[in-house]
């Protein structure tokens, strides 16, 4: 089985900053995509940056030039850098891997969720 652990959620002043990782372990093949999404109050979950084995990213538009994510594939962890925090960037942020458990199969796999909030 595969397990995601998330950590660094937690009380922000708007303007600040704070870094979220998601570590990915146990039988574990390869990690093709993974990604962040968040969750606010009254809202749909969304995706807001993604990445692949290869290293490409993608953002949503609302959190680009202030959000970076990144991997770190020998730890098997992805890191959500987010700076220049807004209020509404409040939400549960969730990770999400797509993990190769072996050499034919795929399997999704969600973390439990890190609050995020951001004082004004």
């Known amino acids: 089985q595969v397990q995601l652990v998330e950590s660094g959620g937690g009380l922000v002043q708007a303007g600040g900053s704070l870094r979220l990782s998601c570590a990915a372990s146990?039988?574990?093949?390869?990690?093709?995509?993974m990604g962040w999404y968040r969750q606010a109050p009254g809202k749909q979950r969304e995706l807001i940056a993604s990445?692949?084995?290869?290293?490409?990213?993608n953002y949503v538009d609302s959190v680009k030039g202030r959000f970076t994510i990144s991997r770190e594939n020998a730890k098997n962890t992805i890191y959500l850098q987010m700076n220049s925090l807004k209020p509404e960037d409040t939400a549960v942020y969730y990770c999400?891997?797509?993990?190769?458990?072996?050499?034919?199969?795929?399997?999704?796999?969600w973390g439990r969720g890190t609050q995020v909030t951001v004082s004004s």
């Open positions: 990445a692949t084995s290869g290293g490409s990213t």
């Open positions: 146990g039988r574990i093949f390869s990690i093709n995509d």
């Open positions: 999400k891997a797509d993990v190769r458990v072996s050499y034919n199969t795929a399997r999704i796999y």
